[in-house]
Antibody, heavy 119, light 110 residues
Framework: EVQLVESGGVVVQPGGSLRLSCAAS????????MHWVRQVPGKGLEWVSL????????NYADSVKGRFTISRDNSKNSLYLQMNSLRTEDTAFYYC????????????WGQGTLVTVSS | QTVVTQEPSFSVSPGGTVTLTCGLR?????????PSWYQQTPGQAPRTLIY???TRSSGVPDRFSGSILGNKAVLTITGAQADDESDYYC??????????FGGGTKLTVL
């Protein structure tokens, strides 16, 4: 059974930094692209970032480019999102999602972790 | 402004059929955009319904189907049930290695 478990969401002040983690199990992690998707409470979903199976290719939404860094450790079956220069508008649930290969879509999702940026 | 467009809300009667659309503010959606669809109920993570335009994800009942209709991707739900009442999101691949979500459609079954 595929499982994705996010952690690291806390309350942080504007301008602060935070690293989210996603622990993956139930599939061969090092064979799949992974994504981060976020959702402001009560609002819609927003794609944030992706990383290729080997970490060699990454991409970001314009809203986070230059502030967030996605990474992975295949030896630990883990995905990360380093979030710097946080803004109040970054307050959201952050989901990690497994890529459905060859389809630019997602097939499995974690339950999400809440990041609150507030003074 | 949202590049990927969806109806903000829709309603369907129990047992009825509803078609939700996913379009572009400018241009037509084709299979090259790899449209996919997701269902989300309040407080829950999204659930994948459809990928690559019309392929159902594992475990998704065949009441849910996807296609291209005219210049939009569509999600059709036949025989709507009470637990289909959810938010539905589409995703399109717009090139450059990134994807974009639509604004979502809130479906009411009543």
């Amino acid at each position: 059974e595929v499982q994705l478990v996010e952690s690291g969401g806390v309350v942080v002040q504007p301008g602060g930094s935070l690293r989210l983690s996603c622990a993956a199990s139930g599939f061969t992690f090092n064979q799949y692209t992974m994504h981060w998707v976020r959702q402001v409470p009560g609002k819609g979903l927003e794609w944030v970032s992706l990383i290729s199976w080997d970490g060699g290719s990454t991409n970001y939404a314009d809203s986070v480019k230059g502030r967030f860094t996605i990474s992975r450790d295949n030896s630990k079956n883990s995905l990360y999102l380093q979030m710097n220069s946080l803004r109040t508008e970054d307050t959201a649930f952050y989901y990690c999602a497994k890529d459905k290969e060859d389809s630019w879509s997602f097939d499995y999702w974690g339950q999400g972790t809440l990041v609150t940026v507030s003074s | 402004q949202t590049v990927v467009t969806q109806e903000p809300s829709f309603s369907v009667s129990p047992g009825g059929t509803v078609t939700l659309t996913c379009g572009l503010r400018s241009g037509s959606v084709s299979t090259s955009y790899y449209p996919s669809w997701y269902q989300q109920t309040p407080g829950q993570a999204p659930r994948t319904l459809i990928y690559s335009t019309n392929t159902r994800s594992s475990g998704v009942p065949d009441r849910f189907s996807g296609s291209i209709l005219g210049n939009k991707a569509v999600l059709t739900i036949t025989g709507a049930q009470a637990d289909d009442e959810s938010d539905y999101y589409c995703v399109l691949y717009l090139g450059g290695g990134s994807v974009v979500f639509g604004g979502g459609t809130k479906l009411t079954v009543l």
